[in-house]
């Protein structure tokens, strides 16, 4: 009778495979697991349109968190501009959607040295073609303040109720970004490719007239 064992170097190569292969998955594991830690936790976590006065309005709630370079930007004096769009469009089986309705509004935060306060300005138009204005500014003691007023958007008129037909089927577009072309030139250079400047919230959902909310 014959017996044959696994020559030794079989037995190695074998078990220098699985460690390879053990090293490759810990590798994976932990090169995911620092880019979800790496990601910010931004979202639009509530949006809804309803019909007031003849007119489209738009009410989001977002969830921000800057990232620390963005906060030490702010703290150097450089203001940062935000800006949220809205697009409609009417929904065609024969042809490509058709958009009836685009607007939107900016948001500029920034840092007073001499207060030690921040300050959001807001503003914005119902329609592309028409210049920023600003409606609204507002300071506050507290840089967490400020993002928390950032974060809500409250009966913007975006368009007008005729803009839209009763029972066609409309989709509705959100984004809320920073505006990093609104930078300081240099400073625009020096943050090329940085994921933590690439703040940009989208939502894309049927668009849903509701009722006007009764008001206090």
Do not use: H
Not at 4 to 14: D, F, G, K, M
Not at 85 to 111: C, G, H, I, N, P
């Amino acid at each position: 009778m014959v017996f044959s064992t696994p020559c030794c170097s079989e037995v190695n190569s074998n078990n220098g495979s699985a460690l390879r292969r053990f090293w490759r998955k810990a590798w994976a594991v932990l090169v995911l697991g620092w880019l979800i830690s790496g990601t910010q936790a931004a979202e639009v976590t509530s949006l809804r349109t309803e019909r007031i006065d003849e007119g489209i309005y738009l009410s989001a709630n977002l969830q921000l968190e800057l990232p620390q370079v963005i906060e030490d930007a702010l703290l150097k004096g450089i203001a940062l501009i935000f800006v949220a769009e809205v697009e409609v469009f009417r929904e065609r089986w024969y042809w490509t959607d058709k958009r009836v309705v685009q607007a939107s509004r900016s948001m500029r935060l920034a840092y007073q040295p001499l207060t030690r306060r921040w300050r959001l300005s807001q503003g914005g138009g119902e329609a592309a073609n028409q210049p920023t204005r600003v409606s609204l500014a507002q300071t506050f003691d507290s840089l967490a303040d400020a993002v928390n007023a950032l974060e809500g958007i409250a009966r913007w008129r975006i368009a007008e109720a005729s803009d839209i037909e009763a029972g066609a089927p409309y989709l509705l577009s959100f984004r809320f970004r920073l505006d990093a072309g609104q930078l300081p030139r240099p400073f625009q250079i020096g943050i090329a490719g940085q994921r933590d400047w690439q703040l940009n919230l989208e939502r894309r959902q049927p668009l849903k007239l509701a009722p006007p909310e009764a008001r206090p």
